[in-house]
């Protein structure tokens, strides 16, 4: 089985997030960026158990400039036999789902995995842009996937509970938790990513639909009012008469 | 402009983010002189389709031939009815249904799309829509560039709001084309309890609180209040409570107008689920805990003492308000 896993670069959670520019860009500076820990713990872990059990080739994907490289590694040292950066701005998802289907078209990937969402933008877009630009089955927020002679079984998260579903391959799956369990890249995972290739092909040129016109920092709480443990009715009064909530 | 609305449905019911998806997306088209129109699909109970009028909406698409949730079908559809009813903004719910069928839909009709709003859009200059970014750390304004649009709401950031008015439901059934994803099986999470990301109200708590043995008094204040229960990871993780429990960045996020966290230390990853609700109340042995900082109330206390208290206030609560 051919499988793709489209793989972005977000922040590490615990970065302090700073505006630039009169806020309007995303201050990098000190940040340390990590893979997008849906893509990596999930997408990515689960095409590598499919490959291990059935055989294939997984392949990586990101749409990114040169700075994507170091986490592409991590990915290849975790376990993908290969890596495909398309050289170009990350503008919106519209760009970056087009760019992937237009690297898919051109291969017959049985399986396009991403993760549920990036943890920058929040988007949970691209997957669902991908399968409407190549007509694909689409399964968001997928927490389980076996496949059995090229038809997909999946568990996706719905309203109030689970959905078990089948798809036929090629589809695209946003995988979210479940899915796999998280792998460290040993001592001979990361030499032996460093000789796997990532090859840098050029954008298709896809524009993008929207923009970020300005950046804010949510007000500053306002100190938290105590509430002495002996008198914790007091908690629900206010919560009725002040904050109004209940 | 020209609204429409994707409403989805449970159990035979207009799905409740979804009132607040139509009395945002009848706004828009009342504040920009267009019309409004919702779309929805399922076996839903006429009087259930009929209350969309209380909403401000006066034409219902309603299709029948749909069960499932197959987002490819469900994207032709929804192009179909967008083209009958000459739509220029599409809005769905940001809940499971509306992320896998909106990004299809957006593709399919070559529009931009801002998934998670959580205001009305600004229209002076464009057309721009506020989301939360970086997890609930930060906010961007969107300006949508493409002729149509499609926006998904996050549930409990407007609100819905009743007005006077009734309905004309239309039974619409275009070709969706053949079914892309076959259903086999629904498992329901089991228990009467309240969908946690449609709650208004949620209590909370982590590994303070020792062992599963001791989530009666969580579930009872839950249900005292009328609220749904969440949890932290580590507690899902070691099986004390459901997977579909945990909250915060790798679980699922919420905006309740109440949080309530009950020993839990407010780690950034957790913070990231709940940031966005509208008042937090803090219950923690440790008067450093970072969940403090992000607290509108507080009680520096043990959990064992304090909730067994709240159950109480909030009973006497209920019998003072008769
Ligand atoms: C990449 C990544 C993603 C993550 N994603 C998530 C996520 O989505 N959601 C999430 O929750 N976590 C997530 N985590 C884990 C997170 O960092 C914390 O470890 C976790 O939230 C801590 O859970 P906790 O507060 O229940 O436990 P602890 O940190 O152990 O805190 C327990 C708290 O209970 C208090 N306490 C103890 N006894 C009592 C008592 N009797 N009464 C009252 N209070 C008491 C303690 O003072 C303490 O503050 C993630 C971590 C990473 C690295
Ligand atoms: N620049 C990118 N390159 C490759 N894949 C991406 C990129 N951005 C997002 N993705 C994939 O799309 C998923 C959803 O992203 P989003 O729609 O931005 O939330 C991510 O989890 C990734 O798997």
Redesign the interface.
Known sequence: MNILVCISKA?D??SK?V?SNGNTTFNEDGVQFIVN??DEWYALVRALELKESGGGKVTILSVGGADYEPIMRKALAIGADEAIRVDSDTR???QI?SEIAAVAKSNAYDLILLG?ET???????????????M???????ASKLEVNSNVGQ?E?????????????LP?VISCA??MAEQRIPNMRGIMAARSKPLNVVASCGAG???????????DA??S??????EN??E??????TE?K?? | MNVLVFA?S?DGMI?KSAFEAVTYGSKIAKDSGGSAAVLTYGTISSDSLNELASYGITNVLHCSQLTD?D??QL?RLLAAASGDQQSELIVFS????G??????????L???????AIDYPETSAGF?VK????????????????DVKVVSLLPNSVGKTKTEGTANVTEFNPDCGAP??????????GGEGI?L??A??VVSAGRGLKGPENWGMIEELATE?GAATACSRPVADIGWRP??E?VG???IAIRP??YIAVGISGA??HL?GV?GS??I??VNTDPEAPF???????????AF??VP??I???K??KIAQG
């Open positions: 922040p959670t615990t997030i505006f820990p849906y919106d998802s519209f789902a549920k943890i920058d933008y929040n988007g949970a877009n691209v997957g669902g842009m991908i399968a409407g630009l007509d694909y089955p689409y399964v968001s927020n999946i996706r998260e719905k309203q109030g509970g689970t959905e078990v579903l089948e798809a036929k589809c938790k479940g993008a639909m929207t923009e970020v016109v300005s950046f804010t920092l949510p709480k306002g938290v009012k105590l509430i002495d443990p914790a009715a908690l629900i009064n206010l919560l009725h904050a909530v209940i | 989805d449970h799905a949730m987002p490819q994207a940001h809940d499971y249904t992320k896998s069928v909106a990004p299809i839909s957006a593709a399919r070559n529009a931009g799309i801002v998934s998670g721009t989301k939360a970014v970086f997890s609930g750390k930060a906010f961007a304004q969107v300006k949508i560039n493409s892309s994803v076959v259903v086999k099986e629904q498992k329901s999470k969908s990301t449609e208004d109200l209040l997977h579909h945990h960045q790798t679980g107008n109440l950034i990853q990231a940031n509208k008042v109340v803090v403090f900082k992000a607290a509108d109330y507080g009680i520096v206390g043990d003492v304090v208290k709240l109480e206030a909030v006497a609560l």
